[in-house]
């Protein structure tokens, strides 16, 4: 993919933003454009065109030391852009940069990076980056307009799904001049458009191989971020070298951020050996996804001692959401009914008591803790307009808000949902033959196989496993190593796993990634359920194609409940709260942003004064 170039620095320079913010509150059929430091979904841009830095950064944070990053997996590849191999995805901020980067405090907000201004009108029919004329790739070359023209037909020609997708919706594109590139957006009816161009990796186009550029590859990419690839370790680790002359060292948006000399990502093969590492000092810090594990786990004598911390972080975004996945492209899960009765026969009460310290709740939905949620709420007459033309696929207590998820007695052995997971099931075409469910024309027993590869993921699935044989299902659980599961679940190799889809309070054109019917059959993508609904189709674009905020809200909130009502999952439990261990020699701000934490804004502890003016 990449070439191999002599690299030298050239020097770090500020940059000067415009005096005029962006305004998107202009009257319907406005066509004027602005021009502007930030560009927001819905709204203006909380931070003026003469910020300083980002509140969730400490712009004194002293520069200087290593952080190391225990990664569970493997990688073959640097290139996170394509589908083929296991990337490294920090090339993506850390070494690659885009035109403009997302403030953390906010919904959907992009300030300047490598574009200075950022111009478009109330229609969003075009969009406009004047790029800062310091901006450098780490091998000294400008970045122009030219690069990114290329990056966008690269990426959609060669790039990954969602790179495809995306880019394909820009009608022309020109340069304007060496620093200025438009593109024109007529008919794509997505005002999101502007902000995913603006988050579009830049690479440069002397320094990439398009006949190659689907291979996976270990050579060092080339990029204009803070970091530059020094160390390379096949499958075990990746080193990145700060540039102490990246050109945008002293831009507001990046003022505290970037501070260690080094980060080294050590990657480890399986979770106990990631968590040994830890305890004995081998990497930074940890997120905790276990809860068992955040309890009991964390007795070790550095965390008596206070030599790791634990912090609990709140963050402002929906709350991310567990789910047991059907594969609906599988004929056993094809039946609506089918999935009906087996949420109906997980006993979220038993495993929550036993396995969670009763700390999680459930919702049923994808915005879980937000706005955006639909689960117990009425649809307003919006949502009720958008959902008029599937009203027959919508239960009418999905609509009114009255649906809720079964509760158990919490005993392993409710027969008030084994009765009604039956009386689904026999509908469906399957009836008990002693203790084993079969199916009725073919006599097949009724069994699948759930893909795990964590301990908590193991350890609900045998839960799950236990309420099953009470229907005469007999599923089988197999573990296998991160990578193999990755591997499967990107080519939609299995029957049921678990995953969890991160929100934003910004949902935009991701959700067509996640569960749009164009993704249901291309590997790579994030519709893993395989998930082929008009319905869905119809509220992502409601959503991508909403002005005003009300209408945005309604147009999510009805996509919440179309997926609701095609039970293609079961919903597990939701997190309200980030757990991160840390050892003591790295610090952070107080201030947490919106998205909860960010290693970008950490450092290490003990820097000298001189080091940190410098």
Known sequence: MFKFLRLFEGPGLRLCVLASALSLGLSAG?????????????????????????????????????????????FDSLNPFIVRGLAVQQMRGYVVESLLARGNDEPFTLYGLLARSVETNDERSFVTFRLDPRARFSDGTPVTAEDVLFSWQLLRDHGRPNHRQYYAKVARAEAADPLTVRFDLAGASDRELPLILGLMPILPKHAVDVATFEETTLASPIGSGPYRVTAVKPGASVTLTRN????????????????????????????????????????????????LRWHEGYGFPAAKSGEVIRDTVKPGLPQPSEFLVFNTRRPLFADIRVRQ???????????????????????????????????????????????????????????????????????????????AALKLLSDAGYELDGTVLRNRATKAPFTFEILVTTRDQERIALAFQRDLKRAGIEPSVRTVDPVQFDQRRLAYEFDMIQNRWDQSLSPGNEQSFYWGSAAADNPGTRNYMGARDGAVDAMIAALLEAREHTDFVSSVRALDRALIAGFYTIPLFNVSEQWIARWNRIERPKRTSLSGYLPETWWSKGQPQAHQAK
């Open 30 to 74: 406005s066509t004027r454009a602005e021009e502007a430091h930030a560009i927001a979904m819905h709204g203006k841009p909380a931070m003026p065109a003469d910020f300083t830095h980002m509140p969730y950064a400490n712009p004194d944070a002293p520069k200087g030391g290593r952080l190391t990053w225990g990664v569970l997996g493997t």
């Open 341 to 419: 009765a087996l949420t109906l026969l997980f006993d979220f009460e038993l495993v929550n008591r036993n396995y969670f310290f009763g700390l999680y709740s459930r919702v049923a939905g994808y915005f879980a803790g937000s706005d955006l949620s639909a689960y117990g709420r009425p649809a307003d007459a919006r949502e009720r307009e958008l959902l008029k033309p599937f009203a027959a696929q919508i239960r009418p207590d999905i609509m009114d808000g009255s649906y809720r998820l079964p509760v158990t007695d919490g005993s392993g052995r409710d027969r008030t949902t084994l009765r």
């Open 244 to 291: 102490p002359d990246y050109w945008g060292r002293d831009l507001a948006i990046n003022r505290g951020l970037y501070n260690f000399d080094e980060i080294r990502l050590d990657y480890f093969r399986e979770a106990n050996g990631q968590f040994e590492a830890f305890k004995r000092g081998l990497y930074d810090f940890r997120i905790e996804h276990e809860p």
